[in-house]
């Protein structure tokens, strides 16, 4: 769930200090996470209380200080108000997420991407999630499409067990399958020529993995769905750009492509966005 917070504060705050304020934060379960920067800091509590008075069920409001950080994407947290607990249930398009907001990635945000990508999953299909958090597409995916198997793979110890807690918790012990550790060695080890659809959540370094997807793909043909972020400038399409970092790569393999669909997943900061781009992909014989 999403909201507007410079809206929650009018009347509250003068119109300067709102100008300062991000609009959006996060409700994850029953935690607000909130980005205040440094000059709206002394307003910190008056924003924690507007947060609670307009989410009745939020336990504890943490300011978000920067952005994800690390190999494991995660968020360095600051309690403002509410009780000192990052371990929370997220409720999904009737999946549940159960997530240490401090230990592992999650963000609501990708909502109605993960549904976007579980309405293309057709029946009996293949998918290995390279970069699969505590699960939250390969859970989707398996209640929301006729998925054979979803690989989901994380570097994450923690975002694993939290992953096969909620495999438990959705009832998809048949149709996804935890695996911890790096997804180019794994692919490499185990899940070669396996999918019909390979997904790439990891925006920031996904180009990195693209021959690893690839090898990943059926012959002779398959989807990977990549992700990025691009900067845009005026009159520069970002989803051209990341259609063309793409390609970049794909060009040196030895594969044909079509890079189809691209759409703006979100936007991450003034001309910055994450990009989705669906690519199929075949394969050439010999
Ligand atoms: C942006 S998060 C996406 C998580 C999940 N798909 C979601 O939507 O919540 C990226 C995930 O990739 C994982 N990761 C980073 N490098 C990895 C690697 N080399 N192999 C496997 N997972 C990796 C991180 O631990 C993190 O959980």
């Excluded at 794994?186 to 180009?207: F, N, S, T």
Aim: net charge positive.
């Amino acid at each position: 769930m999403k909201g507007d917070l410079k809206a929650l504060l009018k009347g509250k705050l003068d119109s300067e200090d709102i100008a300062a304020i991000y609009k959006s934060y996060d409700v994850i379960g029953d935690i607000a996470v909130v980005r205040i920067p440094e000059q709206a800091l002394h307003h910190s509590e008056a924003i924690a209380e507007a947060l609670i008075l307009q989410h009745k069920h939020v336990r504890s409001v943490w300011r978000q200080s920067g952005p994800v950080t690390g190999d494991f994407r995660l968020r360095n947290l600051e309690l403002i108000a509410g009780e000192r607990e990052t371990e929370t249930v997220h409720r999904e398009y009737g999946c549940l997420f159960k997530v240490d907001i401090s230990k592992c990635y999650f963000s609501p945000r990708l909502a109605f991407e993960r549904m976007r990508i579980a309405s293309l999953v057709e029946e009996g299909n293949v998918v290995v999630n390279m970069f699969a958090g505590v699960g939250c597409y390969s859970i989707v995916i398996a209640k929301h499409s006729k998925v054979s198997k979803v690989y989901s793979i994380d570097v994450n110890p923690v975002a694993v067990e939290y992953m096969r807690e909620n495999i438990l918790l959705n009832k998809v012990v048949d149709k996804v399958l935890p695996i911890e550790g790096d997804a180019r060695s794994i692919v490499e080890r185990v899940l070669k020529g396996k999918a019909d659809r390979v997904l790439m959540p990891l925006p920031e370094r996904a180009h990195e993995f693209l021959d690893s997807a690839v090898s990943a793909v059926k012959s002779p043909a398959g989807w990977v769905h990549y992700y990025g972020f691009e900067h845009a400038g005026e009159g520069e399409d970002p989803i051209e750009k990341a259609r063309g970092k793409a390609a970049s790569v794909l060009q040196r393999l030895n594969v044909g492509f079509e890079a189809s669909f691209g759409r703006v997943v979100r936007q991450t900061g003034p001309n910055w966005h994450q990009l989705a781009i669906d690519i199929s992909v075949k394969k050439r014989i010999g």
